[in-house]
């Protein structure tokens, strides 16, 4: 079992080792600088060891991270009720500058939206891609292509039918 004074006393200990959290330092990628670090710790602790300390660390590091991810995804006005502050929150955001959220790319390509308009045409909705083109090459394909497919009638009353079979026709040529 962690006291409240042995988690402030672990957060202090760690601040003091920058190797441990900071990947800019060169100690950082340093396995044995890093063990080094970590050997340091236990000795201000009576009854806990290296992996203890270490899972400790990353349970405290990982739970302010995801504090912090849902405090900045609330967004005003959403009403959402007040969160109580997790006690261990202010003594840990000296770690905010090496938390940061990374850019994400992806290899997928972006998959451009079309609407099926009443007599059958295709409509590009507007795309807020960075670097989308409205006169792209597969935008210019997929219109020439849409000529060609006619509305299906249904016989039943009710016009999702002849809605579907256009959006089945689509997914073909999209296929292609």
């Known amino acids: 079992m962690w006291t409240t004074e042995e988690i402030e006393n ?10 441990i959290y900071d990947s800019s330092l060169s100690g ?3 396995v044995n600088a890093i063990d080094i670090c970590w050997r340091e710790i236990p000795t ?10 270490k899972n ?6 990982d739970s302010y991270r995801q504090r912090k991810r849902d405090m900045s995804s609330l967004k005003s006005g959403d009403g959402a009720k007040p969160v109580k502050q997790w006690a261990y929150f202010e003594c840990l955001t000296f770690l905010d500058p ?11 390509p972006v998959i451009e939206e079309y609407v099926v308009e009443e007599d059958g045409t295709l409509n590009a909705l507007e795309n807020t891609e960075p670097g989308y083109s409205q006169e792209s090459e597969t935008n210019d394909i997929l219109v020439e292509m849409s000529e060609d497919i006619q509305p299906t009638r249904s016989s039943t009353p009710c016009s999702s039918t002849s ?7 689509i997914a073909t040529i999209l296929k292609l």
């Open 10 to 19: 672990l957060v202090m200990l760690v601040q003091e080792r920058r190797e």
């Open 28 to 30: 950082h990628s340093n």
């Open 44 to 53: 201000h602790f009576s009854n806990k060891d290296v992996k203890l300390l």
């Open 56 to 61: 400790k660390w990353q349970i405290l590091r």
């Open 98 to 108: 090496f938390l940061a959220n990374r850019e994400t790319t992806t290899n997928a």
């Open 163 to 169: 809605k579907l079979s256009r959006k089945r026709k």
